[in-house]
């Protein structure tokens, strides 16, 4: 028992204590800039494009900024404040690849960066994939039956 009551101290010293209602707070505002900025974005390309293509290319420019801003150091920077405002959109899927990729990039570009890219994300892929199946399979007994 004095052995669990001295690790119960230990653990108390280093535990984080940061404000969970501020992490909360902090989360909505940057989610809700993010999708801001995606929403600006999609405003300016589908005065070019079909709303289909513009859709694309939001995607597109949100993934490439995040994997930009993950080479330089900036996004993970930038997640520490916002936390899961901007680590569950697309652009923290794509911080995950990055950041593995350039964690590994030392043992080659076959077994290092290709064998570890989607390292943290392929689970978040998989889940996915089996959600889908699920849901669409549901989906299809409520239709037909």
Known sequence: MEHKLEYYKEITKVKDNTNKIKGIIYSFIFGGLLCLFGQFLFTI?????DKKDAYMYVSL????LSGVLTAFGIY????????????IPITGFCNSSVSSAM?????????GVGANTLKLAGSVI???TVMAIIVATIRYFIEVV
């Not at 390309?45 to 494009?49: L, P, S």
């Not at 920077?77 to 901007?86: D, F, K, P, W, Y």
């Open 45 to 49: 390309i589908n005065n070019y494009v």
């Open 103 to 111: 964690e590994y990039r030392s043992e080659g570009i076959i077994l």
């Open 76 to 87: 993970d920077e930038l997640e520490s404040i916002a936390r899961m405002g901007l680590a």
């Open 61 to 64: 420019i949100m993934i490439f």
């Open 126 to 128: 998989v889940f996915g």
